[in-house]
């Protein structure tokens, strides 16, 4: 019977006890485990994480451009191309419209051409 080859762990190339391979991590790998700021993604905290709408996804799901999109539910086109570049993000009314939006698109454009 051949004896099990055990590698030491080593925090260089083992982020987890354990599982060690004996695999040389990446510096920038390493750089980030280090940095106390860049915690773990764990599901406690991924509760506490904002969901922001995609935009491009809803575009895309309704079929049209970003100038359509823009013109149909009145955002600004400059506005909607910064958010699906990731420039900046919608702010809280923007969410609740976006959110709106993706739940019921016919509703609002119902609301909306009432309104005109």
């Given amino acids: ?3 099990k080859l055990r590698i030491p762990m080593d925090r260089r ?5 354990g599982r060690c391979l004996g695999i040389p991590m990446r510096p920038s790998r390493l750089a980030a485990l280090s940095d106390s700021n ?3 993604r764990t599901p406690e905290r991924e509760k506490k994480l904002r969901r922001i709408p995609q935009v491009r996804i809803m575009r895309k799901a309704l079929g049209l451009t970003q100038e359509e999109f823009a013109a149909h539910f009145h955002f600004p086109l400059g506005t909607l191309k910064d958010w699906g570049q990731g420039k900046s993000e919608p702010d809280t009314c923007a969410r609740a ?3 709106l939006i993706a739940q ?3 509703a ?3 609301a909306l051409e009432s309104s005109l």
């Fill in 1 to 3: 019977m051949q004896a």
């Fill in 13 to 17: 190339c083992c982020p987890t006890p």
């Fill in 38 to 40: 860049n915690m773990p």
């Fill in 97 to 99: 419209y976006l959110k």
């Fill in 104 to 106: 019921n698109p016919k």
């Fill in 108 to 110: 609002v454009t119902e």
